[in-house]
T-cell receptor, first 108, second 114 residues
């Protein structure tokens, strides 16, 4: 079992839908990152959080440390949101451990 | 240009050849990382560096060598390439090793070993 599990692996939505991507982890962590990988391959950081909730535009990230779970929400989804979303945790090994990613496709 | 760059972006090499992937950052970040990305796996850390002349192994270091003589450069060398090293390689940099510091990723190098 991977230390970081994401669900679903693939997600297809219609433009305007509310989207949730989940991340569960099995180790103690000090921080959790959400990243976006564009179709061209580039990776950008969306959020870093250690507790609670963060919001940036239409994106919201939450974390529940006790339940070892995080969610990434996208409100009013748009085709330009189509990408791979990656969860990564910063554990005791002083490095990021990454999930396999969730492929999101938003159709117009 | 400011940022983090990788070269080459695409490389095809033969089994047994030595190949070096270059990574350059202009922010003077202390920490630099090399990851590989393969289907069925998340990004996996190969090596990282905390400063010039300080490097350490990550999760999958076998078959790779790194050096960091200057803060801004962190080359990754495959001494004798194998087909299992076919992958997309990402370099990243960060101000700190602390978990709440952002890692900035390069555009990636797609390496094919034939």
């Amino acid at each position: 079992k991977n230390e970081v599990e994401q669900s679903p692996q693939n997600l297809t939505a219609q433009e305007g839908e509310f989207i949730t991507i989940n991340c569960s982890y099995s180790v103690g962590i000090s921080a959790l990152h959400w990243l976006q990988q564009h179709p061209g391959g580039g990776i950008v950081s969306l959020f870093m959080l250690s507790s609670g909730k963060k919001k940036h535009g239409r994106l919201i990230a939450t974390i529940n440390i006790q339940e070892k779970h995080s969610s990434l929400h996208i409100t009013a989804s748009h085709p330009r949101d189509s990408a791979v979303y990656i969860c990564a945790v910063w554990g005791s090994g002083s490095r990021l451990t990454f999930g396999e990613g969730t492929q999101l496709t938003v159709n117009p | 240009d400011a940022g983090i760059t990788q070269s080459p972006r695409y490389k095809i090499t033969e089994t047994g050849r030595q190949v070096t992937l270059m990574c350059h950052q202009t922010w003077s970040h202390s920490y630099m990382f090399w990851y590989r990305q393969d289907l069925g796996h998340g990004l996996r850390l190969i090596y990282y560096s905390a400063a010039a002349d300080i490097t350490d192994k990550g999760e999958v270091p076998d078959g790779y060598v790194v050096s960091r003589s200057k803060t801004e450069n962190f080359p990754l060398t495959l001494e004798s390439a194998t087909r299992s090293q076919t992958s997309v390689y990402f370099c990243a940099s960060s101000e700190s090793i602390h978990g709440l510091y952002e890692q900035y990723f390069g555009p990636g190098t797609r390496l094919t070993v034939t």
